[in-house]
């Protein structure tokens, strides 16, 4: 027969103990998330705008090398996610990184639409608002070439810029998160199948498309995540660094 040894009353009351301090820990930073305690920062490399129209601006970063390569890097962002995506908090920043490893780096950062911008097409920010934008950086630079990072549906405007343009000094062409193939969109495609949805419609009746719905049309890539990082936040609220991670991301 198995010996079954139960821990002495000195061990269990550290491990009560232990547990005592994580559910404070827990209950502590859960009430910091629901009241917005000690928001962490985002987007705080230092910059400038230096072109602006509608809501465009356009920025440029602070170097933090004292070499600095020739050819800038042109970040265009999506409509739709924040810009500070690429610059999401000190350490934790591929802008601050690209500034560290000596490049010269500038944003495209489309803003947040006002319903007069229910009128602007595809043309208007491959025709006329992106090549604006990329004379200011050569003005600003004195070099005519330049690379283009295009972030999501940015590298989507980077493609069609490109595809126009075709003697355009663009550098390089980098897309990240580019939805080109939409084969593995699974929910997503279906439910935005013209079958199904009048977007013409859809635009026609609301102008610009609502915030929450776009949120809900992507959670459709992943229907559970959502359920699934509630869990892993309650099981780890005890733990500052998850949860440091977890605001930036959440925000």
Known sequence: MATVRIPEPPQILKRVQAQVQMNQQRIRRGLDILLSHEEPPVGA???EV???KGTLKLYRYRPMSDEVY???VVCVMSLISKPWILDLTPGQSFIEYLLREGFDVFMVDWGIPRPVDKRL???DYVLDLLPRSLEEVQKATGEQDY????YCMGGLFGLMYKGIFHDAPVANLVCAATPVDFDGMGLFRRWSDPRYVDFDHLVDTLGNVPPDM???SFEMLRPME???SYARLLDNLWDPLFVYGYR???K
């Open 45 to 47: 490399t230092p910059k």
């Open 50 to 52: 230096i072109y602006s």
């Open 70 to 72: 020739r050819v800038p």
């Open 121 to 123: 097409r595809l043309d």
């Open 147 to 150: 690379s283009i990072l295009g």
């Open 214 to 216: 776009i949120l809900r």
């Open 226 to 228: 959502r359920w699934a």
């Open 248 to 250: 930036i991301m959440y």
